[in-house]
């Protein structure tokens, strides 16, 4: 298709099916987040056999779980914003790489400071592809199935847990401990140059460059519309200028400031409950009288509510826009959440409760996620994703403290849970007020 007239890119996506190149970005950034999901997670399916082995306290694991959030707010904060001024498949084979060599070289610690450094260096990887890849697929991804296409690829995260907490109960009796981070580590290292060959860069991102991008933009729009006939002589549309000057500024040039802290405020609060969910709930379970099978089991439907919710709840916030769908879903999460701690007595309707839990709360975060993709626009969207995601692991790190602090005060199910249900009330009215909010779908569409 040789034409004289600039072609837009945002039209290019929108107004076709999902094209096989438009898959493959979807499928890789889906097992990048597996990979990342599981080695966030090695940690936590190693603790006891780590612990024996270098005579550890239970409680002194700790700062080892710490370690990895504190290196995932610190990627978020510093890795993501790379894909702002190198490219979204610049950070991500960066991220990749730095995860992998970190995960595996964990399998080689030969002490509790060498095992703290290490997780925090391997939390910097992860903490920098999660933005860059909610960059890449919503920048893929028509306008009218975004929230859905970064559901998809988050899902990515349970899944991660489900395939590690499997490897390790076979790994561990039979190799130890460190057989896990081989894995965790030799799968990513495997995967980078699979990125090198399939992964595209964003489309919008190389025609933000302008002449400096032509070249590698023409390679990828042939794979993207191979029956088309693209010259030298096409030209394509973007209003955007390449990223200047320091990244974090732009989240706050005209009309964002607002957006970015209202953003930062909701990212904190909804992960300091879904940590203290993940974290706290199958002891709790097992304090109020119930089995250990019992709590695993409680545990697990947390986070098959927090894969379910995400997928069926995308569909909500794209039909009905993000301000009033997404105040819905925390609302009910509160609600959820605080009721859970009053049925403490009961294992179904704990049980059940704890499933809408993780069902609000983990579908809120990804569709928070979507949104800040969606507020911010090329020049810095990685760096506003990342942004929030950094911010938001500090609420990550305080929710287990939190909880852990009511809990040594002996207050209670119904008071630990009324008070992170709360938290999810709180959310709710951070988010109402922020002003670019996402549109209906039918609405997206004619504003791209």
């Known amino acids: 298709m040789q034409t004289a007239e600039p072609v837009r890119i945002a039209d290019m996506i929108d107004q076709r099916r999902l094209s096989p190149l438009q898959k493959s970005v979807m499928l890789l950034c889906t097992v990048i987040i597996v990979l990342d999901g599981f080695d966030v997670q090695a940690m936590a399916f190693t603790a006891a056999a780590v612990a024996t082995e270098y005579g550890i306290a239970k409680g002194d694991m700790g700062p080892l779980f710490a370690a990895g959030l504190i290196g995932m707010a610190v990627g978020a904060l510093v890795v993501g914003p790379l894909g702002d001024r190198l490219g979204r498949k610049t950070a991500l084979r960066f991220s990749v790489l730095t995860f992998g060599i970190f995960t595996l070289a964990t399998a080689f610690a030969t002490s509790y400071e060498m095992l703290f450094l290490l997780r925090l260096l391997t939390g910097i990887g992860l903490g920098g592809a999660l933005p ?196 819905a879903i925390f609302v009910l999460g509160g609600v959820a959440t605080c009721l859970a701690g009053q049925v403490s007595h009961s294992l179904p309707l704990l049980m059940t409760l704890i499933f809408f839990a993780g069902f609000f709360s983990f579908a809120g975060q990804i569709n928070l996620n979507a949104l800040a993709a969606s507020i911010y626009p090329t020049q810095s969207r990685a760096t506003g994703v990342g942004w929030a995601l950094g911010i938001g692991r500090l609420g990550s790190i305080l929710g287990p403290l939190v909880g852990g602090a009511l809990v040594g005060l002996e207050l209670g199910m119904p008071v630990y849970f009324v008070t992170f249900g709360s938290v999810l009330l709180i959310t709710m009215t951070v988010l109402l007020p922020i002003r670019r909010h996402q549109p209906p779908a039918a609405q997206a569409v004619a504003m791209t």
């Open 132 to 327: 860059n890849a909610t960059a890449l697929m919503t920048e893929y991804a028509p306008a009218r199935m975004r929230n859905f296409a970064v559901a998809v690829i988050f899902l990515g995260i349970p899944l991660g847990g489900i395939l590690g907490g499997l490897l390790a109960a076979e790994l561990i009796p039979r190799y130890g401990w460190p057989s896990v981070f081989i894995v965790g580590g030799a799968l990513p290292l495997l995967l980078v140059p699979l990125l090198e060959l399939l992964l595209p860069e964003s489309l919008r991102f190389l025609a933000m460059l302008g002449e400096r991008g032509k070249e590698p933009l023409l390679k990828v729009i042939r794979r993207l519309d191979p029956a088309g006939n693209w010259g030298p002589e096409a030209r394509f549309e973007s209003p955007e200028a390449a990223p200047r000057g320091f990244p974090g500024a732009r989240l706050f040039d005209a009309g964002y400031a607002r957006d970015s802290l209202l953003l930062w405020a909701a990212f904190f609060t909804n992960l300091m409950v879904i940590y203290f969910l993940i974290s706290w709930t199958p002891l709790l379970v097992r304090e109020s009288g119930f089995s250990q099978r019992a709590a695993t089991q409680t545990a697990v439907l947390l986070n098959v509510g927090g894969a379910v919710g995400p997928l069926l709840l995308a569909w909500v916030v794209a039909r009905w826009g993000s301000r009033l769908s997404l105040a």
